[in-house]
């Protein structure tokens, strides 16, 4: 399971080669930090609320630098943007250029994350807006979007505080239950990065009961779907297992666990990486080959 992290290139001018995917030059970073015509003319758009897509799609391909992210915070463009992301009467794409700027502006950069919660935040609910509107919206697309953007501000402490607070997890799991594959994909990048890799210490209460409730989550879920996530649900459910080995596994999922294993049993499936980690895991995760004793001591 990969994380939802996206690596960005950095580079000097002359270190730019024919495949430039991925690359920001250092030498245009400086030139829009020390002197932002881009930024100015997409401030005064955003504040006209005029949207011209080819200005902030510019915006959208320097923002992951922390330096051009950093000013653009201060600018005040990503609050506005900010702003209209949270707001349905603008035009779906408009918004989904708007979170891009937003989480990629945001993320890792704690300067950029005190200048929101200082200036929307004022009443610390930055990530309670978002989560509002996450249960307002209807597209699917945009739902991922705006959950890029909470998980932007879950490095901050104020972030992983109202998501707590606010019981996000819960209004995620929904999404999960309900969403489109790719949706319920970002909900699982989400879990990775910011429930199993959170700041918040393991032995806490909210730790404890949330990976229990994903760990159900994830059996009711691999017993019952259609498939399409299993490789990501399986890799994310043995993850938790392996974090808490006492938590409860449901006989459903054990027949489920024993039918996948003799599936990978077959010559056509004996490669795929797949079927490999369910006969790993069957015996080093969630027990011996009959997958129970682990999980069912009164057996021993």
Same mark, same amino acid.
């Given at each position: ?5 996206? !690596?960005?290139? *950095? ?20 030139? %829009?930090?020390?002197?932002?015509? %881009? ?12 949207? #011209? ?30 702003? $209209? ?27 950029? +994350? ?13 990530? &309670? ?16 979007? *705006?959950?890029?953007?909470?998980? &932007? ?48 210490? +393991?032995?806490?209460?909210? /730790?404890?009961?949330?990976?229990? /409730? ?22 994310? %459910?043995?993850?938790?297992? !392996? ?8 006989? !459903? ?7 996948? &294993? #003799? ?14 980690? $369910?006969? +790993? ?20």
């Amino acid at each position: 399971m990969e994380s939802g992290d996206k !690596e960005v290139k *950095l580079m000097d001018k002359d270190e730019v080669g024919d495949d430039a995917a991925g690359v920001i030059v250092k030498s245009d970073i400086e030139e %829009l930090v020390e002197n932002s015509p %881009l930024l100015t003319r997409a401030v005064d758009q955003v504040l006209r609320r005029e949207f #011209d897509a080819e200005t902030l799609e510019e915006v959208a391909e320097y923002s992951h630098e922390g330096d051009f992210g950093e000013r653009i915070a201060r600018s005040g463009l990503s609050v506005e943007l900010f702003r $209209v992301l949270l707001n349905r009467d603008y035009a779906a794409e408009n918004r989904e250029l708007c979170a891009r700027i937003v989480g990629a502006t945001f993320k890792n950069n704690p300067d950029s +994350q005190k200048l929101l919660f200082d200036v929307v935040g004022g009443d610390g609910k930055v990530v &309670s807006k978002l989560l509002d509107a996450l249960k307002a919206e209807t597209d699917d697309k945009m739902k991922s979007r *705006l959950l890029y953007v909470v998980g &932007s501000l879950m490095t901050h402490q104020r972030g992983m505080d109202e998501f707590i607070e606010q019981n996000g997890n819960s209004f995620l799991r929904d999404i999960f239950a309900k969403g489109s594959s790719s949706l319920r994909s970002k909900c699982l990048i989400f879990v990775w990065d910011h429930i199993l890799h959170s700041p918040v210490t +393991q032995d806490s209460k909210w /730790y404890k009961d949330e990976i229990a /409730y994903w760990s159900e989550a994830l059996q009711n879920a691999l017993t019952t779907g259609k498939g399409d996530l299993n490789r990501e649900m399986f890799e994310t %459910l043995v993850k938790i297992t !392996e974090l808490d080995g006492q938590l409860p596994i449901k006989k !459903e999922f054990l027949k489920w666990l024993s039918k996948k &294993s #003799d599936e990978g049993l077959k010559k056509r499936n004996r490669d795929d990486e797949f079927y490999q980690l $369910v006969r +790993q895991a069957r015996h080093t995760v969630f027990g011996n080959p009959n997958a129970e004793r682990k999980h069912n001591a009164e057996e021993l």
